[in-house]
C-alpha cells in the first residue's frame, strides 16, 4: 500500500470521516482529501503527527512496513549487558531458583550462573572487536 492508502485505510478503520481526521490533525479537510487521492504528500511533521494519532508505526504510514506496532524506542535503549550483570548478580548466593515454573536445585543454579557469565563474556569479546 502506498502512502495515500494507508491514510485512508487508517482513517476508515476508525470510522472517522475526513472532516473528523482533519480537526485532529489540524489541517483542512481538503489536505486530507489531497494525501487519500495521492495529489499531495504530507510534511514529515504531520506524518509523526498521524503515528501518534492512530498509534501505529510512521513506517506503517509511510508503506516501508505492514506492521500496525509502533517503534518501540525503549527497548532499543535497553543495556542487555547491565540486565545479564543484574541477574547474575542476583544468583549470587542462592542454592535454588525457579525456571519455568520448576525449582532447580544446587548445581544447576551454578551452571545457569556459569552459562550466563559466558554470554556476558562473549558479547564483550564480539563487541570490543
Known sequence: MKI???IRYLRTKCNLTS???SKALNVSESSIS???????RPSVDLIVK??????VSTDFILGISDSHEKNNL???DTDYSELLDKIISSLDGKNCMIFDGDRLD?????????NLNLVLENMRMIVSK
Open 34 to 40: 489531497l494525501y487519500e487521492s495521492g495529489k499531495r
Open 4 to 6: 495515500d492508502e494507508r
Open 106 to 114: 544446587g548445581k544447576i543454579v551454578i551452571i545457569f550462573k556459569n
Open 19 to 21: 472532516k473528523e481526521l
Open 74 to 76: 525503549e527497548e532499543l
Open 50 to 55: 498521524m503515528a501518534y494519532y492512530f498509534d
